[in-house]
């Protein structure tokens, strides 16, 4: 026996086990009831999958408005140097690297219920896959990678399977968010850690010159929350308003201002400035998609840029 068939017999013996109508009361089991319960074991399906519409994602530009959400990109921190502008100020920058990015996965309303785009960044080969992880990138038909991370976009943000992703995603001279792991320090003091000034470093003190001091009021317990020794970084931190100062797009290198979490080598995730948002007309969208006849390799870096006044004259 199915089990769709033991399903209705137990409801339909729950039905007959009712107690019977008194003067009272009178319990009726109504017609529209009973094909629901039937309907709730059927073999069919209640919804029809020809009514499901398939979305077709074609990879074109697009018209990018204030509420539109574009996707972001993985990229390994390869480290941190300097440079001079073209009006002799020194620029510290943090150099990363936008390593063969591709979408290995679309995930729509109609089957995830979410919108948004999987990013696959590197390579990796399969035998230093997990099985869960092959079969991923089988389903979806897309090289093995070595980093995934999925970034919310909107409706008109969404971009083909398979599409490669370079570093003219980004535009120089606007602000992005860059997330990270930042470097773990292992176990700190409160002076480390949480900056601390320490105690007396001459009189009235043996051997305790870096403690804490007090951990607060006499109630019998330390409150949650009090800043004390402990682990320190190895956590997840995001930097925001960074400044895209340079791209070089034949090396797939993004040119930053500042610092971002991570060692040399972590993976870092860049997405368009949530607070310092940039123009949505110097933006490609959803993504830039290269010419047929461009060569990566011939073109010159782009640098953001810095306008015709000099700031070191702006004073006279």
Not at 132 to 149: T, W
Request: charged fraction near 25%.
């Amino acid at each position: 026996m199915s089990a769709a068939s033991r399903g209705l017999i137990s409801r339909l013996r729950l039905l007959s086990l009712t107690p019977k109508a008194t003067a009272a009361t009178t319990t009726t089991v109504s017609p529209i009831r009973f094909i629901t319960l039937f309907r709730s074991f059927g073999t069919e399906p209640l919804i029809d999958e020809s009514e499901e519409r398939s979305r077709v994602i074609e990879a074109k530009p697009g018209v990018m408005t204030p509420n539109s959400r574009r996707t972001g990109l993985i990229a390994v921190k390869c480290g941190m140097s300097a440079l001079w502008d073209k009006w002799g100020a020194r620029v510290p920058i943090t150099v990363l690297w936008v390593d063969d990015n591709i979408v290995s996965q679309v995930k729509t309303p109609e089957k995830e219920g979410i919108t948004a785009l999987q990013i696959g960044c590197g390579q990796k080969k399969e035998k230093h896959l997990s099985r869960p992880e092959v079969g991923h990138f089988r389903a979806q038909g897309v090289p093995m990678k070595r980093k995934l991370r999925e970034f919310p976009v909107t409706e008109d943000g969404l971009l083909p399977l398979g599409t490669s992703l370079g570093v003219r995603h980004f535009v120089p001279g606007q602000y992005v968010d860059v997330t990270g792991i930042t470097r773990g320090k292992g176990f700190q003091g409160g002076m480390k850690r949480h900056g601390f000034r320490g105690l007396p470093a001459s009189h009235g003190q043996s051997l305790s010159h870096r403690s804490i001091g007090s951990t607060g009021p006499r109630a019998g317990k330390v409150f949650k929350g009090k800043k004390m020794p402990g682990r320190m970084g190895g956590k997840q931190r995001t930097v925001k308003n960074v400044w895209v100062y340079k791209i070089e797009p034949a090396r797939n290198l993004i040119w930053v201002r500042g610092q971002v979490p991570g060692a040399e080598g972590n993976f870092v995730f860049i997405k368009d400035a949530v607070y310092k948002k940039p123009d949505v007309l110097a933006l490609p969208f959803p993504t830039y998609f290269a010419p047929e006849d461009e060569n990566v390799t011939n073109l010159e870096p782009l640098v953001a840029d810095l306008g015709d006044t000099d700031p070191f004259m702006a004073a006279d």
